[in-house]
């Protein structure tokens, strides 16, 4: 793992947002370091690369302690960082000896002692070596310890021993399973990787004989040594279009889920159109929200590990797919990594359309990361390349993006002529979805200029589009507008109502996060109206939510104990 992903993964272990997460492994570090100041704490780095991966995660503190493992003997950090060096070696015979008793009984490690003895000499005192004899060996009940080691004695390595008493079927799957790049693998992406529908049995057989675990049900992993040499075996072994093939198959199963995860997600998203996916995979068959979150959340590294494995069509397509989870777990430098590769696919793809998109998409992550300036530059590219095409709506969502760019700095002005000239195109070109979300955009802008009597027949008119169109996500934000427009009104009961009607719809779609800051609001206006308790009520609502999203409360404390 590269060491700013580590910074980053235990940053937000310790309970920083992901949007606050910084860019670039120094600002990481130095964020970790005080994240991690006057804690005490246990920093466990396992299975570290070597210094350099290392040192960046140190904290800057004397309360916490950290214990790292590594095949390294990492000597910079003992001469340098102070670390004391604690070497493992194997197991001694006892140990070993014990191990085996301990997992077949002593029954059975008594009766032939010299193979026992045998087998202990040719594992090395290696303590992954031991537990797959162990396993193979609990898998057979009825196997003399005498043929174990005269198993052992035919082979190279243990794990060869092992794996060459597998199936025909489950070493073929023991062997694509190394071509899989994440930390652990579900059955359904070794469905696809097999091209088979049913290899829960092989994967049985796999963990039987100690190749696999499977460390959460349903997800399997392997040593890494053993992913290793699987993946050695992948490419000396499995014949060239074989391996080919189920390479596709992979990114195919990937690709085809997460592009499900992302409408779900994000239903009102101009879609990409995606190839057939090749015979024998198997996507999985993800049916709400919750779903694609945590198939997402659980697969992000493998999507993000795949982006550089495929061809430049499938480059983009899977960064386009990954957006909606990143933007809603606020990941906003992930977010403008991503759309940097899907760029520079792009590039080489050299097909105008989606270079203007991608240019776009890029210009909306950067501009989450607070990045206006850059985010106008690749707005204004994308916006001469829609012009090129002819596509009046390419052209519309631009100008909204740049308008977008003002919003941060508070100049709405700047962002409501964007707007306009967004509504201008849409219209022009017959785009009613789009015609809806600019004059929502419109009605907010006039509304944060303190302009409510003009915001409010816009935001009634896009209303009525959306309902019309059946959006419900954009119903929903454009009734949060109506209930801000009522409360600057002055009309806390016509606010109360919109803002109720808000809340009831998120949790129809099933956006949480939505729900929450809606809910805030809500509590404002009641508070604002003299209803102390239903202000209360609302806060709290909120509260639980983020509670429960780990996200932080200290906004809403401050309504409920101010």
Request: proline share 6%; aromatic share 4%; net charge neutral.
């Amino acid at each position: 793992m590269d060491p700013a992903e580590a910074a980053a993964r235990l940053l937000e272990s310790l309970g920083v947002p992901p949007h606050r997460v910084p860019a670039g492994l120094d600002a990481r570090a130095a964020l970790l370091r005080t994240e991690l100041a006057g804690r005490r704490m246990l920093v466990l780095l396992d299975n570290a690369r070597d210094t350099a991966q290392v040192r960046p995660l140190l904290p800057g503190t004397g309360t916490c302690l950290v214990l790292v493992t590594s095949r390294d003997r990492l000597a910079g950090l003992i001469a340098s960082d102070g670390a004391t060096p604690i070497t493992l070696g194997g197991f001694t015979p006892d140990e070993a000896r014990h191990l085996l008793t301990r997992r077949l009984g002593t029954a059975r490690t008594t009766a032939d002692p010299g193979s026992v003895d045998e087998i202990i000499s040719r594992c090395d005192g290696l303590p992954l070596a031991l537990a797959i004899v162990a396993a193979r060996a609990a898998a057979h009940p009825h196997l003399p310890m005498r043929d174990l080691a005269a198993g052992l004695r035919r082979e190279r390595t243990v794990p060869a021993w092992s794996y060459h008493a597998l199936t025909a079927t489950a070493a073929r799957l023991f062997r694509l399973l190394g071509l899989h790049p994440g930390a652990d693998i579900p059955v359904a992406a070794a469905a696809s990787l097999a091209g088979a529908g049913r290899v829960r049995p092989l994967l049985g057989e796999l963990v039987r004989a100690g190749l696999l675990a499977e460390p959460v049900p349903g997800r399997f992993a392997f040593h890494d040594v053993l992913r290793s040499y699987a993946t050695e075996l992948a490419h000396t072994v499995e014949p060239d279009p074989d391996r080919s093939a189920a390479t596709a198959r992979l990114r195919d199963h990937y690709l085809h889920t997460a592009h499900r995860a992302a409408l779900l997600l994000a239903p009102g998203r101009d879609p990409v159109t995606l190839a057939a996916p090749e015979p024998g995979t198997t996507p999985e068959p993800l049916t709400d929200q919750d779903r694609a979150m945590a198939w997402c959340t659980a697969e992000h590294r493998t999507l993000q590990a795949l982006l550089d494995r495929g061809d430049d069509l499938h480059t983009w397509q899977l960064a386009w797919t990954l957006d909606p989870f990143q933007r809603r777990l606020g990941r906003v430098h992930d977010r403008v990594a991503t759309r940097r590769t899907a760029l520079t696919a792009a590039e080489r793809l050299a097909d105008p359309a989606v270079l203007a998109r991608t240019h776009r998409d890029l210009g909306h992550a950067l501009t989450g990361a607070d990045r206006q300036a850059e985010a106008r530059a690749h707005f204004t590219c994308a916006l001469d390349g829609y012009a090129d095409l002819g596509d009046l709506v390419g052209q519309a969502t631009v100008e909204r993006g740049i308008g977008a760019t003002y919003t941060g700095s508070g100049q709405y002005d700047k962002t409501l002529q964007h707007c306009l000239r967004a509504e201008e195109l849409y219209r022009a070109a017959g785009h009613r979805p789009g015609i809806a979300q600019a004059l929502n955009e419109i009605g907010s802008m006039h509304a944060k200029l303190g302009e409510f009597r003009l915001a409010l027949p816009r935001c009634e008119q896009a209303l009525a589009l959306f309902r019309a169109l059946g959006d419900r996500p954009g119903e929903a934000a454009c009734l949060a507008g109506l209930g801000g427009i009522h409360h600057g009104l002055g009309d806390h009961a016509r606010a109360i109502e919109h803002y109720q009607q808000t809340v009831d719809l998120w949790v129809t779609v099933g956006d949480r996060g939505e729900e929450a800051a809606t809910l805030i609001r809500l509590g404002d206006v009641h508070d604002d109206a003299g209803e102390p308790d239903a202000a209360g009520t609302a806060w709290r609502a909120a509260r639980s939510i983020l509670r429960e999203a780990g996200r932080p409360t200290a906004e809403i404390e401050a309504r409920l104990h101010g």
